[in-house]
């Protein structure tokens, strides 16, 4: 969202999840480079099923490090577009040096403030223990996590 370049891996990450939501039965939308060319909040995917009954829009994010950093301003514009649409608002994150999948944080409350309020940050640790797989986010399995 709001101007965020996006690496040719990132592409590819947003156009697998856009088939493997269209696989589950979700009708889904992909806005390529988001964000640009307009100043309105514009999430990277929008994506529901009537027949589950689960609605979302999504920022989706892939990273090397083991820490990945979101400007306030992103999480403001897509919470903006959640609102507007009544569909529920989540980030997902792939940490492309671990083997794991993109974990999913619901937004705003999943995320953690950085101490100065400018930007939100998912570690590795943290989408591991608070994140959700893409199963679970669609409604095919139940919390994958042991308590």
Do not use: C
């Amino acid at each position: 969202m709001m101007g965020v370049y996006l690496s040719s891996s990132g592409v590819k990450a947003e156009r697998d999840l856009v088939h493997m939501f269209w696989e589950a039965g979700f009708a889904v939308l992909r806005a390529p480079a988001s964000g640009g060319g307009t100043i309105l909040p514009r999430p990277d995917l929008i994506a529901g099923s009537v027949k589950r009954k689960k609605f979302f829009v999504l920022e989706i994010k892939t990273i090397r490090k083991n820490t990945l950093y979101i400007s306030k301003e992103q999480i403001v514009g897509l919470l903006a577009f959640s609102k507007r649409i009544g569909f529920e608002p989540y980030v997902g994150v792939k940490f492309k040096n671990r083997r794991k999948g993109f974990s999913f944080l619901h937004v705003p409350d999943q995320l953690l403030s950085v101490r100065n309020g400018t930007n939100y940050k998912i570690s590795y640790t943290h989408a591991l223990s608070n994140g959700i797989s893409f199963g679970e986010l669609i409604g095919d399995f139940q919390q994958e996590k042991l308590l």
